[in-house]
């Protein structure tokens, strides 16, 4: 999942809603100073069934957990499933970037990747969203009715990397039969 500003509360909404037990881990990418990050995720395991904690170096990917990029890092995904965080030079002006972990968990997960972009300014995340769609993997966006800024989930469609635009209300509702539909 991957988002910027008008997000937060609907990253809250969508872990809120999907359950526990889900077969799948979930990486989140909020453009959020990281000062806020920390704060951020103990709210959202509070108000979640799954999971949820702010990523670090060296965190496995599990079922039923969600990872929150820490801010200032990049998170990636390496092959053995495991998180890496890096400082490496930030992109489209922002670190963490989500097109560098929605490339990186796509090359690792191929088809069984499913990437969500959200609410927020540029295009960060565009880039990602077609990789994962080269890949076969299954590509969601929240659109722009329900969108405070409809940037980089606009970004994304212009690049037909988007195979459904869904109101934020259904958001959970869609991820989870898209996880159904993976494993």
């Not at 920390?38 to 670090?56: M, P, Y």
């Amino acid at each position: 999942i991957g988002a910027s500003t008008g997000a937060p509360r609907i990253i809250s909404n969508i872990l809120s809603e999907l359950p526990g037990d889900i077969p799948t881990g979930i990486l989140v990418v909020q453009h959020m100073s990281k000062d806020f990050v920390t704060g951020f995720a103990q709210r959202l395991d509070e108000t979640s069934k799954l999971h949820v904690k702010q990523a670090i170096d060296g965190d496995k990917i599990c079922d039923g957990t969600a990872l929150l990029a820490p801010g200032d890092f990049h998170m990636i995904v390496t092959p053995s499933r495991e998180i890496r965080l890096n400082q490496g030079p930030k992109r489209f002006g922002v670190r963490p970037a989500v097109n560098v972990t929605m490339v990186s968990a796509s090359e690792v997960f191929g088809a069984n990747t499913i990437g969500v972009i959200l609410s927020g300014m540029g295009q960060d995340g565009a880039f990602g969203m077609k990789m994962i769609k080269k890949r076969q993997g299954i590509t969601l966006a929240q659109n722009e009715s329900s969108s405070i800024i409809f940037g980089m989930a606009k970004a994304a469609n212009d690049l037909n990397a988007v195979d459904k635009m869904i109101h934020s209300d259904e958001l959970a509702h869609e991820i989870a039969e898209a996880v159904m539909r993976i494993v």
